[in-house]
């Protein structure tokens, strides 16, 4: 079974900036050969493709909305992948969630992630 626990979701102002992570584990999971994404969903629309990044951080994914304030890595010692976000806006409102992609393409696409955290909440105030 594997399992994505995410930590440091809450509440900021506009234009603060917060830091999320994801820490990975699986008997038989081996997290450096996955990719991994941020997705997020706020309420009264679907889900949405944040970032991403390849196994070994050679490629990343940004949605057109972040680009330029968010920045994906990970560290495969600690299994683990982070989402920094900078200058928040109230848009960025929603749920966040964390997910595995056992392919090597396709980092953008929903449909490609087999494993899923349980989100977190981020909300940012005007």
């Known amino acids: 079974q594997v399992q994505l626990v995410e930590s440091g979701g809450g509440l900021v102002q506009a234009g603060d900036s917060l830091s999320v992570s994801c820490a990975a584990s699986?008997?038989?999971?081996?997290?450096?050969?996955?990719?991994m994404g941020w997705f997020r969903q706020a309420p009264g629309k679907e889900r949405e493709s944040v970032a991403a990044i390849s196994s070994s951080s050679d490629n990343t994914y940004y949605a057109d909305s972040v680009k330029g304030r968010f920045t994906i890595s990970r560290d495969n010692a600690k299994n683990t992948v982070y989402l920094q976000m900078n200058s928040l806006k109230p848009e960025d409102t929603a749920v966040y969630y964390c997910?595995?992609?056992?392919?090597?393409?396709?980092?953008?696409?929903?449909?490609?992630?087999?494993?899923w955290g349980q989100g977190t909440q981020v909300t940012v105030s005007s």
């Open positions: 997910a595995a992609n056992p392919l090597k393409w396709g980092l953008a696409f929903i449909r490609n992630y087999k494993y």
């Open positions: 699986g008997r038989t999971f081996t997290f450096s050969s996955y990719a």
